[in-house]
């Protein structure tokens, strides 16, 4: 039932704006694999190449191993549900789910059957006989899934399905997806903006930017072990602290300078920085990888506290080390005035270091 989807070279152009630019792309049967990206980075255009919505300008696109380049959307095998979830509002929600099937001339008696089981998955079989209007945002939205998922499609292609929904709701039906997911075992590609979405919900993530995958990973690679300074400065809220930081040696021990300060480096990377002596590189570390001392004793980084926000679990401190600004995830149990002088550590395994020039993650070992 789940086919595997692969890109191969696929470039769309509109006019100048090349909105995906020759790419390269193999999504594993079965996968929940997230494109993730900012506004205009190109998500919505290549799901739509998948979908066939978008004649591509050049490269394949092949779902289940047979090349579909040429083929119209509904010979593709695919279902797809949108941001607005285009339900049809004169049709009750059974005949809403049933569309698809009845245009496919699919004996009534076997629609009935479909549309009540792709319902009990989805919740909604009690809400057969309502029309769209008696709905929530939320029942709407499952209406759609259950009426792409009654197809039982290869592949289906979600875009931005959650973003007309409020908060509480987006959670909820997050971790619906995620469950239907594992129940339907459908091969899924989900166009979003939203990090915290993608994180929770791919199996895999590929961060696009203007056009290309800049990193295709498991969320915690990607979160982890961001491959560039954009992605460790997309993914994460706060997102990745930077700091410019030298390469030098001092008592025989290659480290890093941020100023005065010296960073101890991981013993594994000391052969690689030793060839770097002099060079700047980007030294990257998230909020919740620092360690804060009341006040800057030997052996930290001084820093001031310019802001405290209690979060519930934590306490975000956005504090200023020389000319830049770090945010640093504490206890909220910590007392820390606005103004007051801190001392920062470091978890030296957390460390990330990026080229200054190409932004990207410098790999070691
Ligand atoms: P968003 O999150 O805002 O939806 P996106 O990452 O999905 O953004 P796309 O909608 O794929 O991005 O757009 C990629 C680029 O292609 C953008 O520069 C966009 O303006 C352009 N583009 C998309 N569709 C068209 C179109 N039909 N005509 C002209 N330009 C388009």
Redesign the pocket.
């Known amino acids: 039932m789940a086919a595997e989807i692969r890109l191969e070279k696929v470039r769309k152009t509109?006019?100048k704006?090349v909105?995906v630019k020759d790419m390269d792309l193999l999504v594993e049967p079965t996968e929940f694999l997230v494109l993730l990206?900012?506004?205009?980075?190109?998500?919505?255009?290549?799901l739509r190449c998948i979908a066939g919505l978008e004649r591509v300008d050049q490269g394949r696109v092949y779902i289940g191993g047979h090349d579909v380049t040429d083929l119209p959307p509904a010979k593709r095998g695919i279902a797809m549900v949108f941001q607005s979830y285009a339900v049809f509002p004169h049709m009750t929600v059974a005949q809403n789910i049933g569309f698809g099937l009845r245009m496919h001339r699919t004996p009534k008696e076997e629609i009935r059957k479909a549309v009540k089981e792709v319902a009990e998955l989805l919740q909604i079989d009690e809400l057969l006989d309502r029309y769209p209007s008696q709905l929530s945002g939320g029942q709407r939205q499952r209406v759609a899934v259950a009426r792409a998922l009654v197809m039982r499609p290869e592949v289906l292609l979600m875009d931005e399905p959650l973003s007309n929904l409020d908060a509480l709701l987006r959670l909820q039906m997050r971790a619906e997806l995620k469950k239907l997911h594992r129940e339907v075992g459908t091969t899924t590609v989900y166009?979003t903006?939203d990090q915290i979405e993608a994180l929770s919900l791919g199996d895999r993530i590929a961060v696009?930017r203007e056009?290309e995958i800049v990193q295709l990973d498991t969320p915690n690679e990607v979160y982890d072990k961001p491959a560039t300074v954009f992605v460790a400065g997309f993914i994460g809220t706060p997102p990745m602290n930077f700091l410019r930081a030298e390469v030098k040696e001092g008592e025989g021990k290659v480290h890093l300078a941020v100023g005065d300060f010296v960073v101890e480096v991981h013993e594994e990377w000391r052969g690689r920085l030793k060839e770097m002596l002099g060079q700047t590189l980007i030294l990257g570390i998230r909020a919740e990888n620092i360690e804060v001392r009341p006040s800057p004793e030997e052996g930290t980084l001084p820093a001031q506290v310019v802001v405290s926000e209690p979060l519930g679990s934590q306490q975000l401190l956005t504090v200023q080390v020389g000319n830049d600004v770090l945010k640093v995830a504490t206890s909220p149990d910590l007392p820390i005035r606005p103004g007051q002088t801190i001392g920062l550590v470091f978890t030296k395994e957390k460390i990330r270091l990026f080229d200054e020039a190409s932004g990207k993650a410098l790999k070691f070992g």
């Open positions: 509109f006019g704006v909105a990206g900012p506004s205009g980075c190109g998500k919505t255009t290549t166009v903006h696009m056009g």
